[in-house]
């Protein structure tokens, strides 16, 4: 990776990084403007005041302007310009290539729209668990109709299709799931995107290496205004933004690669998401158990059960963040069987620890 490479990705994260903190106090005062706030209560909803809910358009406003500008000024300008007079030329070789995707690039821009009007209209209407998931369901099958979907070894196309559906739809629930305490939802989502944009660039996937950049960037800047004490919330349209991103960049990835010693890399985006997969099925089941309706929201997800052990809430929720990060996701694209399976059993083990914590919490 050249010196060149590494300004490009500092720029397009710094981009997205800087918006979402001029926009985000923006937004925050739209939330009150516009009626977007979430009101406390005295069961599942910790905060004390009424929060403004449109940090999730804040995020994607960020993250698809810094996409545009890129891709409608820059990329046109830098391709009718000279760029070995700069020593740019290993850029300038790639910007055909980047002007190639603007399709893929377009579904993925419609798509994340498409999510964050959905989580609007529940945020403001409280939209019933029913039409949401068929929401969902539409907008992910939109998604790999137009040609974005997963492609793990199966040749058929409808089965990728409804793998595809299946996947974001998951995704998408189990960080609407984990969207639960002050800097969850979007803390994890820095560190997800940023184990992607790692893993695209060290194969050479610039294209998908650069969305993660511009996706964590505009988190990232989000991030201080959602922190503990929050000041804005995500809002079910932010869960459903990022939940959908973290399913569409692994979507857009090659994990496995001739010459890697086993299959095994295609298990990275589980490995990367299983903090969140993992919270989300702990709850499902649990309320299965209970005979609770599974849509229902409650106070017995992992960082609820942290907080009960006697951590402060801040500290809960940055102890996940490494938590999310330990997994040895990135270690599969390079392992042979033996040391896959080491990370693997790694995984089960620290996923096994979180099983006992939160059985602890929850006595």
Known sequence: MSLHWLVVYFVVFDVSFVLALVLTPIFRQLSHRWGWIDQPDQERKIHAQSMPLLGGLAVFCAFAGNLLLHY???????????????????LQVHIGGAL?????????LVGGAWMVGLGLYDDKHDLKAGWKLAGQVVIALAVALAGMRVTVFIANDWVNI??????????????????????????VGVVCAGLFAFI???????????????FAGALLGFLPYNFKPATIFLGDAGSH???????????????YREGVPTHLPVLIPLLVLAVPLFDMAMVMGLRFRRRQPVYVGDANHLSHRLVKLGLPQSWAVTLIYPLTLGLGATVLLWSNM??????????????????????LGNK
């Open 72 to 90: 409608l000024v820059v990329l046109p300008l830098a391709g009718k310009i000279s760029m070995a007079a700069f020593n740019l030329s290993d």
């Open 100 to 108: 190639s995707v603007w399709n893929k690039l377009a579904v993925l």
């Open 162 to 187: 409804a793998v595809t559906v299946l996947w974001i739809v998951t995704i998408t629930n189990a960080l609407n799931f984990l969207d639960n305490m002050d800097g969850l939802c979007a803390g």
């Open 200 to 214: 695209a660039g060290v194969q050479g996937q610039y294209f998908v290496c650069l969305l993660a950049l511009a």
């Open 241 to 255: 933004f990022v939940g959908y991103m973290l399913a569409v960049l692994p979507v857009l990835t090659t994990f």
């Open 338 to 359: 033996t040391a896959a399976l080491v990370v693997i059993v790694q995984a089960i083990g620290i996923l096994a620890i979180v099983t006992l914590l939160e059985q």
